[in-house]
Every structure is written in C-alpha cells, then in structure tokens.
C-alpha cells in the first residue's frame, strides 16, 4: 500500500465513529490547550524578562564587590583592621560594607578575561526640574550597558561630553511636558548637594524617555558625562578618602561562554571579591517562574497520558469492530506492516487533530486574554504579554501530542498487525 | 518432485506443472480433549484452467481445506505447491504478493465495507497492491462493466441487494487479474434465480478468460456443472457422492 493511501485510509477511518473519535478528540483537546497556555506563559513571563534585564544592564558585566569575611551574626565582635574600611550598606540597618580602593580596581583589572574596570559611585541628586515647573525627586543608576526599553527618542551617548539621561516615562507629566515627543531633546537641570551642604546645579539633556518596566525601579539612566558632572559636584569638599573609595565596581568582559563566566567568577572569588552578574541577581526570579510553569506543564502532560488512554481504547475497539475488514485486507495480501501503519497513523492523526484544534483554541484564547491583560490589569507593566506563543513550541507541542497519541496507537496497531487473516475472517 | 496423486487427469492440458497440488493435508482446531480434526489427510492436484468443486456436508471441512489451498491459513501437515513452489518456503513479502495477485476469494460471507462506495471495495486489492488511485479508478470500473455493476458504482455497500453484493465481491476477486479464483458457497446466500446469474458468471470466467475455478459447494446441482468434483467427508476425500444424496 502506498504511504499516501495509507494515510487516506487512516484519515477515512477515523471518521468512520464520528462520536468515538470526537471524544476522543476532546481529551486530547484538553491536553493540547493546558500544554499551549503553559508553554506560552514560559515564553512570554521569559521574553519579558530578558526584555527586562537588557533594560538594567549589559549582560557582558559583573558587579563586583569586597567578599566580606567577617563571621556570622552572633560570633562576637570582629578585630579592628586599619587595612579595611567599612561603610554603611543598604539592607539592614547597622549592616556595612567594605569599600573598593583603587589597588582593588587594578587588582579586578589584572583578571585575565576582564576588559574594563570602573567603579560605582553613588550619585544622590536632590532634584530634576524642567523649565521652572515643580521640582521633583531623582534617583540615577549609571549602569554601563543598559539597553532600556524606549518610548521615544534614542539611547544615551555614552563617548560624547554633552550630559544626557533617560528619563523614566512617569516623570513626563510631573515634570510639565505635554508628552513624551516633546520632553525628548529638552535640557533640564539636576540639583545635587556636595559634601559641605552647598547644592550645585548640572544641566542635562534628555535623550530618550523609558517605558515602565519592572526592573527600573533604580532611576534614571544617566551617560558617562553626566555621572562624571553629578560626581564632581557632589565630591566638592569631600575629604580625599571618600573620593578614592566605593562600595563597588562593575568589571566588563568580552561576551563569553558561562564556563568562561564561571572561571572569571572563581578568579574574582580567589582575589578577594564578590561577582554577580545580572543574571545571578535576576536568576531567582526565573528559578521561581520556570518552577511553577513546570508544575503546570506535568498537570498538561497528566491530562495528554489520560488522553493517550482514551486514544488506546478508542483504537482497541476500532480494531475489533474492524477484525473482519483487517483479516479480508490480510487476505487480498496486505502486509503485516501495512496494518500497523495504518493503525499508528489513525492513532496519530487522532492525536493531531486534537492538538491542533487544542493549540489552535489556546493561541486564540491566550492572544485575547493576554491583550485584555496588557491594556488592563497589567498595563503598568509596560511590554508584558503574558502568554506568548512561539511558532516553534507550538510545533513542539503539537508534535509531543502526536508522539504520544502515535505510542497509545502502537498497541492496538500491533494487535490489528498480527491477526491471522482466517481467525479474522471467521471472527462473528 | 510432482509424483502425481490419486488424480483421474481427465483434463488434456499440456501443463507440466499443476497450479495447485496438495498433499496429506491435516489441521485441527483445538486442543487436548477439544482438539478436531478438521483435516484428515487430504491430496489433490488442480490444473490451469480446471474448474473444481469441493462438495460436502456442513462441517466436513470445505472450507478449512480451500483456506488451506488458498494460503490463508497453514496445515498442521502435509505440503502444498503453488506453481511448483513449495508455499512453506514462502512467507512475508511474496506470500502477500501471491494472495494479492495470484489468487481471488469470494468469501462466505460478502465483508463488503458498508460505508464504502462500491467501486472503493471493488479497487481494494489494487489500493494494497500499490496500485495509483487512477489506474485503480480504470480498472475498478471495466471489472464492474464487466459485471454489470457500472452504473451502482457510486452506491454505498450497504444499498445493494444480496445478487449485487455477490457480483461486487466477485468484482473484487477479478479486479486483480488472478489465476486462481476461490469460491466459498458463492451462490448460498442467493436465491435461485439470482445464484443461477451468479454461476453462470462464475463458468463464464473459467470458460473465457481460463481463470481456474475452485468452489465450495454443497448443492449437488451446482457441482455438477463443474469440470470435476471432490468429495469430501469428515476431513477426507471420498471417490464418490453416493452416501451424499442431499
Ligand atoms: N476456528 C475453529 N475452531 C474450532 N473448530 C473449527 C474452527 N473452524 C472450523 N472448525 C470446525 O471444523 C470443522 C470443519 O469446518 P469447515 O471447514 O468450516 O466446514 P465446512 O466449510 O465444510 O462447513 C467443523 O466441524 C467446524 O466446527
Ligand atoms: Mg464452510
């Protein structure tokens, strides 16, 4: 027989016990959908995180910081030691941190693989004001390669000397522009106090305005020209100290493989230092995402194995109601493979038609929610589409599906496969 | 190896080698105290060409023996040659090749798929043999002109009546061009008129295509228009049908 005939029969047959098999369908139906919206909860709860994290930071970057070796909590108090110096750190009150020198930068610098060392300085600007309207609260996050996710204008001129930053788009209003279009291109001045309380004005170019995001809570985006004016204005009188201390560095690297990553990270830790990159510092989130989605995903694959249940009984009974066809098609000389590949194909083509229509109905659904979503509950989330669906998972799930319906066929094909044409004849 | 069985050869053909020659045939069915012998060690030789009537009682095991002949089943013992070839030695690929092309059965019963056009039961043989679905349509509609049946070609299997059931499945035994045509009680589901149309169908192949015919019967007056008879009783081959008065 033919492989296109094979196929044609298959499909004939199928629909030969219209109800038999619709149920059938339904099962799987219900596998299919639960396996689409899941999947398509990783993609989109993932693509909106990588969107995320492009947002905060180059990925090509550690943070790094001194490992602090002081003991735990409760071992009594540490030795004094006039080579380190501590600061105070955020997180809980009283806790601190050790500070950066410069031999710390050239000893980061000196790690084979590290292409650039700068430190991190903290920039407390008191204010952003536009065009004598209100004055408003501002927080800066220098962060070396950040790519934020704009809603007009470009990204910031990292190599000229004009002072420029990304404003975040709820300033926009406050700050009395009409709209996000006009606030791109417009100076602004940024207040800032220095180390003797005399406040100090920096003006600075707005070069773009930053959709709300999740992870931007850190501020503005300022250029090199701009963290370089806010620090000079705010070191004014500074003792030398403060000015050759920080509680951090960032160290970029060439893109490497994660080996490489992890070999950088090793050095750094051997050295003395604490490294994270952005991806250990958001990887929590997603251990947590992908935990729960794939608890959903087993609940899909439960219901597909139910299904693949339904599609052996489905068959199990085609194939004796059709025990005198198979055993009169054995008869005419059809090969023992031929009936099972026309069983197996039945069986598959079952599990396609349910997937199909199941990723079909998700896709539609999820689409619709997810829009419904995005302008509703979730609209501050700007760029957040829930469910997701790429082409290729979809494909992944339908082919799953099929894979499953096709090893619930096998039984039952076999059993078609291996009658005796006369006993099947004979069968009444 | 042909040592010729107890054949009376009245047929003058000058074919050396018999289409279809058995020997000492057994097959039970069951096993322990229900085991029956259904065969008892039967031999016989049949000629291209020959038309043969396997007469007997119900349940005297005509059909066990023509499955046998036909291939569709294998004896407990004995050897059967098809064409010279001993079919034990056959098996997959050829022995479906030889069920598929060689030989054609009208079963007992009709299996005619209900739901299927009448043309798409008649073209099954040629759909496992690979054939493409247009050669299988061209062929599928001269067997049925040849039959008569053109014209319920497009009918579902299931709105015929029982003279036009058993024409479709001889259309489909021919619709493949056998050698040998198997018949089991062809014309027992018939009444007489409409069985009668069905014989002459039948000794019209035989007669004009050489088709070899070999049929199950227990009606005597249809025996009796075969070229030669085989009696059989109780899974053995009788000379005579005397003890056979219907
Ligand atoms: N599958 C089977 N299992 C058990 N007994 C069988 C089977 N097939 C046939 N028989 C028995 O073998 C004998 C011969 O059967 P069969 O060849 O069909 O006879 P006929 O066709 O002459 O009526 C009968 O007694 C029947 O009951
Ligand atoms: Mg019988």
């Known amino acids: 027989m033919k492989p296109m005939d094979i196929l044609k029969t298959a499909v004939t047959n199928s629909f030969r016990s219209k109800l038999r098999t619709s149920l059938t369908i339904l099962a799987i139906f219900v596998g299919a959908f639960t396996l689409t919206i899941t999947n398509g909860l990783g993609t989109g709860i993932s693509n909106y995180i990588d969107t995320q994290i492009a947002a905060v930071g180059s990925s090509n970057a550690f943070t790094v910081t001194k490992t602090d070796t002081s003991g735990t909590p409760g071992s009594g108090p540490q030795k004094y030691d006039p080579a380190s110096r501590r600061v105070a750190a955020g997180g809980r009150p009283g806790s601190t941190a050790l500070v950066l020198a410069q031999s710390d930068l050239d000893a980061i610098g000196r790690i084979s693989g590290i292409t650039g060392v700068s430190p991190v300085t903290r920039l407390s600007p008191d204010y952003i004001q536009w065009a004598g309207h209100d004055k408003y609260q501002l927080s800066v996050s220098p962060l070396a390669g950040a790519t934020p996710q704009l809603d007009a204008g470009s990204g910031l001129d990292e190599a000229g000397s004009q002072p420029q930053l990304i404003l975040p788009s709820s300033y926009v209003a406050p700050l009395g522009f009409a709209g996000e279009a006009q606030a791109v291109g417009q100076d602004t001045v940024i207040g800032i106090t220095d180390a003797t309380g005399k406040a100090h004005t920096v003006t600075a170019r707005i070069a773009g305005v930053q959709q709300s995001a999740l992870l931007s809570a850190g501020g503005a985006f300022i250029n090199k020209a701009l963290s370089t004016a806010l620090a000079d204005a705010q070191d004014t009188g500074a003792p030398a100290a403060a000015k050759t201390t920080w509680t951090a560095a960032t160290a970029t690297f060439a893109p490497s493989s994660s080996r490489q990553v992890q070999d950088m990270k090793s050095k750094l830790a051997a050295a003395g230092y604490t490294a994270q990159t952005l991806d250990d510092r958001i990887g929590t989130v997603r251990t947590v995402i992908n935990g729960i989605i794939g608890v959903l995903d087993a609940f899909a694959v439960i219901a597909l194995i139910a299904a693949g249940f339904g599609i052996v009984n489905t068959l199990l009974m085609s194939v004796q109601e059709r025990t005198r066809e198979i ?80 090893l619930a066929g096998t039984l039952p094909a076999w059993r078609a496969a291996r009658q005796n044409p006369i006993d099947a004849l004979r069968y009444e | 190896m042909n040592t ?201 192949l035989n007669r004009d295509h050489g088709i070899t015919l070999i049929t199950v019967t227990h009606d005597h007056d249809l025996a009796a228009r075969f070229a030669r008879r085989l009696f059989i009783r109780d899974g053995v081959l009788i000379p005579t049908d005397e003890e056979h008065a219907a």
């Open chain 2, 4 to 204: 010729p069985p107890p054949d009376p050869s009245e047929i003058g053909f000058p074919m050396p080698v018999p289409i279809l020659a058995a020997r000492d045939l057994t097959k039970s069915y069951g096993r322990g105290p229900d085991r029956f012998d259904a065969l008892k060690g039967v031999s016989l030789t049949i000629d291209r060409g020959d038309s043969v009537a396997i007469v007997g009682k119900s349940g005297s095991g005509k059909s066990t023996l023509m499955h046998l002949l036909a291939l569709l089943d294998t004896p407990d013992g004995g050897t059967i040659d098809v064409d010279g070839t001993e079919a034990r030695s056959l098996a997959g690929r050829r022995l479906n090749a030889l069920r598929n092309s060689m030989f054609g059965f009208v079963f007992q019963q009709f299996f005619l798929n209900p739901s299927s056009s009448v043309l798409e039961n008649v073209v099954l043989p040629l759909k496992i043999a690979g054939v493409g679905a247009k050669e299988r349509r061209a062929r599928g509609m001269a067997v049925l002109e040849q039959l008569e049946l053109a014209d319920k070609a497009k009918n579902k299997g299931a709105n015929l009546s029982g003279g036009q059931k058993q024409r479709v499945v001889i259309a489909r035994a021919l619709v493949n061009n056998p050698q040998v045509l198997f018949a089991d009680e062809p014309t027992g589901n018939l009444d007489t008129a409409t069985g009668r149309i069905v014989e002459d169908i039948l000794f019209g």
């Open chain 1, 327 to 406: 055993g009169l098609m054995k008869a005419m000389g059809m090969g023992s493979g031929s009936v099972f590949a026309l069983f197996s194909t039945e069986a598959a083509f079952i599990g396609f038609l349910g997937s199909a229509i199941g990723s079909a109905a998700a896709i539609g659904l999820g689409t619709a929610v997810s829009g419904a979503l995005a302008r509703g509950p979730l609209s501050d989330l700007a760029g957040l589409q829930i469910l997701a669906f790429a082409p290729l998972s979809v494909a992944a799930v339908i082919l799953l599906v099929m894979a499953i319906a096709f």
